[in-house]
């Protein structure tokens, strides 16, 4: 069950300020396609306020999957821009899909979004230190970026027009200094 838990955890995204998962992974749990899981959402959209689900925007699902290396082949390459669902989505998810595989990996989320809940409240200044973290990477990537892309700049120079070698001695077409004995 503990391992159960961890590989929940590596699932949960914190976007727009909420612990969310999404929705190809809450169907990968249950097993049932993305779309039949979103179906089954539509079909039930009143019980799915804003605050229990919510679609990304482009640049949302573009950092997600670029910040935690998110492969667009692993989430079936997608047409539209995933759902996430809050720990109430979640909850809610359990009253429409309601087959025991469900039910069961419904009670293994809820422990998991405890387990965080918990722990978040054991360290109170956690998420500012997370938050700085956060930013104080991103500053180091942007400053980085910036090297690296003038080093690659750099370098493309040099291929495209290259400093001429210098000769060492003497070449075939210099000549040899005369000497006029007097």
Same mark, same amino acid.
């Given at each position: 069950?503990? *391992?159960?838990?961890?590989?929940?955890?590596?699932?949960?995204?914190?976007?727009?300020?909420?612990?969310?998962?999404?929705?190809?992974?809450?169907?990968?749990?249950?097993?049932?396609?993305?779309?039949?899981?979103? *179906?089954?959402?539509?079909?039930?959209? *009143?019980? !799915?306020?804003?605050? !229990?689900?919510?679609?990304?925007?482009?640049?949302?699902?573009?950092?997600?999957?670029?910040?935690?290396?998110?492969?667009?082949?692993?989430?079936?390459?997608?047409?539209?821009?995933?759902?996430?669902?809050?720990?109430?989505?979640?909850?809610?998810?359990?009253?429409?899909?309601?087959?025991?595989?469900?039910?069961?990996?419904?009670?293994?989320?809820?422990?998991?979004?405890?387990?965080?809940?918990?722990?978040?409240?054991? *360290?109170?200044?956690?998420?500012?230190?997370?938050?700085?973290?956060?930013?104080?990477?991103?500053?180091?990537?942007?400053?980085?970026?910036?090297?690296?892309?003038?080093?690659?700049?750099?370098?493309?120079?040099?291929?495209?027009?290259?400093?001429?070698?210098?000769?060492?001695?003497?070449?075939?077409?210099?000549?040899?200094?005369?000497?006029?004995?007097?």
């Amino acid at each position: 069950m503990k *391992k159960d838990l961890q590989s929940i955890k590596s699932l949960i995204y914190e976007i727009r300020e909420n612990k969310v998962m999404l929705d190809s992974d809450l169907a990968a749990l249950y097993e049932v396609e993305t779309f039949n899981l979103n *179906k089954a959402v539509k079909r039930n959209i *009143k019980r !799915f306020p804003g605050d !229990f689900m919510f679609q990304l925007t482009k640049e949302e699902w573009e950092n997600l999957t670029f910040q935690n290396g998110i492969s667009s082949k692993q989430h079936g390459g997608r047409r539209s821009l995933p759902y996430v669902f809050t720990e109430q989505g979640i909850a809610m998810l359990a009253a429409i899909l309601n087959s025991q595989k469900a039910i069961d990996v419904n009670i293994s989320i809820m422990r998991t979004f405890v387990q965080l809940r918990h722990y978040a409240l054991s *360290k109170p200044d956690a998420d500012i230190q997370i938050a700085e973290l956060r930013k104080l990477l991103m500053l180091y990537i942007e400053k980085n970026d910036k090297r690296v892309n003038d080093i690659i700049i750099a370098l493309n120079n040099l291929i495209e027009h290259p400093k001429p070698a210098k000769t060492i001695g003497f070449t075939a077409k210099e000549k040899s200094p005369k000497y006029s004995t007097g």
